[in-house]
């Protein structure tokens, strides 16, 4: 990105090394840190490393990663999702009320109103040359209203009737659930489509730079309006496994899970200006928020207070190495 | 000359301009007038009481928040800066109403100052840099009150809450001081030319040699130190300290109340009244509807619409510029 800027003028090998670390610091950041926490816990802790422990910290950290990858993607056109947490929620009401008309049912109306929602939102933000952040603030206000009115105020919790549905969330191989390989799916399509497809690499080009993008004549209103369906579309397949998982669609899940997704995505490695990032750095901040909580969970006398200031002041420490090391960088 | 002028601007632009600098106003008019005509007793002294002393605690949030949008950033820390001066008011209440209100101030001033930190002089940007410490500075106020509510019954601290001169409640009063001062901190004094310069154009603002960092700094400690008001009066009025509700979600509200009150998410404008405006909207919108039972579900859905109403008038603006 700036390794090409000509008023940065000759570069010293030491510079280039120091540039190289930099940017290697930024992509696999997260994932050193996780395994550092691995294998620190697992020294800490005998009860952590267990297949039974670690088969739950994936299901646990599978349906915040399939938000994840769609905050990604909205991310890295230099846009947010507020919206995601409530989108969540509905998906998860739809899915226990689609139920009654089967697996397919369950799925597929979810997913449609997420997409229709997702398609409302971006094409707002597209079209209208509104701020994704108000866009999505409207989103996360209407949709939370939207559930609310689903579920009678939200004293109603509906059933998952369907046991191929529930099956779906509680079944698996191999130890692990199905929603943990529906996440990894995920994150190798998203990755696939982000690194080795035309629209992937325009994704990338509009955060990038917006305006050089509308010059090379890349179709920016229209990437605009498919990241946010995309988001919306992970946001109501994870609320829907996640109804699936715990049999019921729960109407007041979901709140401040917007922000888990984007501190995953941004320890991740993923700059919230847009252009640059991946995948596999949002599994991994996925990850490390999930095992954060893990272990301080296995500490047994620590509460959630203890996580949420850890999450938080990890989450600082993260974007603070972020902007010292970009500005490495650019010198 | 300025009456040619305005002759020879567009009829379309004047309208549409007229809508960005009074629709607040003019919504507040429609909303009293239809509540004159369907809500019986609305326009009694007891209920405009009622809703003022509800407006205070977002209006004050909003204040330090419009400060933040004015300089091209946001501050979603409120909320934990409000649950913090809560969770340290029953500690040092016993020192009196005065102590235990500015070791919370101080206190909200830290979470004003860890933002200011990070933002000013390590540049983080600021919707990351407040989501952290949103996220633990609820966490350090749940430790400080020892994950529980605590109810405070000194006196003279439940009448900052509940107390009254004459018709006017106390934390009204304050609130009124707050948007005095603010107001003129933005239109009079340097330090308010400076921000909205800031937030128009950074880079400008450093080439003409403004202490960029200094202004990033205050304004995020203002921000705070407004949420620490906020949260003690809060606290006042409940009569308790509550570090794991007080102020969920005020940051969502805050946000609203500024961008309705027609201040740009793109900074370097900061609309004081209209901040004021756009609080007492909401306000009388959610008082409206409770009024007549309208569910929770259906108000949140109307405030989604106004909000994307306003800021679509507001694209308008940048538009035509």
Known sequence: ???????????????????????????????????????????????????????????????????????????????????????????????????????GGGLLLPLVVCVVIGLVQGAIVAYGGLAPFIVTLAGLLGVRGLVLALTGGGSSTPLVTDPALSALGQGGVAGLRWPVFIA??????????????????????????????VLMGLPVARVKLTVYT?????????????????????????????????????????LLVGGRGNLVGTTAGVLLLTVIQNLINQVGSLTSSVQAVVSGGFLAVVVILQTVLARTQRL | ???????????????????????????????????????????????????????????????????AIGTEGIDLSVGASMA???????????????????????CSLLIGLANGVMIAVIGVQPIVATLSLMVAGRGIALLVAGEQLRSVTDPGFLA???????????SVLIAAVLVAIVAVLVSRTTFGKQLVALGGSRRAAELAGLPVRRILLVTYLLSAALAGVAGVIGTARLGASVPSTLGNLVELSAITAVVVGGTPLSGGQV???????????????????????????????????????????????????
């Open chain 2, 160 to 170: 900052l809450g509940r107390g009254a001169i004459g018709p006017l409640p106390w």
């Open chain 2, 84 to 106: 913090l001066a809560a969770a340290v008011i029953p500690l040092y209440i016993g020192y009196g109403v005065v102590p235990a209100a500015l070791i919370a101030l101080a």
């Open chain 1, 1 to 103: 990105m700036t390794a090409i800027d000509p008023a940065a003028g000759p570069s010293t090998s030491a510079q280039v090394w120091r540039e190289r670390l930099a940017g290697l610091a930024q992509t696999y950041g997260a994932a050193v840190v996780l395994v550092v926490l691995l294998v620190v816990g697992s020294i800490a802790f005998p009860a952590f490393p267990t297949a039974s422990n670690l088969a739950n910290i994936a299901t646990q950290s599978s349906f915040l990663l399939i938000v994840g990858v769609g905050m990604t993607f909205v991310i890295l056109t230099g846009g947010i999702d507020l919206s995601v947490g409530s989108q969540y929620a509905l998906g998860g009401v739809l899915a226990a009320y689609g139920s009654a008309w089967g697996l």
């Open chain 2, 271 to 321: 609309r004081v009244i209209g901040t004021v405006a756009g609080a007492l909207l909401l306000q009388l919108i959610t008082a409206t509807l409770v009024k007549h039972d309208v569910s929770d579900a259906y108000s949140q859905i109307a405030q989604a619409v106004i909000i994307l109403l306003a800021v679509y008038i507001q694209r308008g603006r940048a538009v035509q510029r």
């Open chain 1, 184 to 213: 990894l799916a995920a994150v190798l399509v998203g990755s696939v489509l982000l690194l080795r497809s035309r629209g992937g690499q325009a994704v990338l080009a509009v955060g990038g730079s917006e305006s050089a993008s």
């Open chain 2, 1 to 67: 000359m300025s009456q040619t002028l305005t002759v020879a601007l567009p009829r379309r632009a004047t309208v549409v301009g007229f809508f960005q600098r009074y629709g607040v106003y003019l919504a507040i008019v429609i909303v009293l007038v239809v509540n004159l005509a369907v809500t019986p007793n609305f326009f009694t002294l007891d209920n405009v009481r009622v809703q003022l002393v509800q407006v205070v605690p977002v209006l004050i949030v909003a204040l330090g928040m419009a400060l």
């Open chain 1, 230 to 270: 995309v988001s919306g579309v992970c946001a109501g397949l994870a609320g829907a496994l996640t109804a699936a998982y715990t049999s019921s669609g729960v109407p007041t899940v979901g709140v401040g899970l917007e922000l888990s997704a984007i501190s995953a995505v941004v320890i991740g490695g993923t």
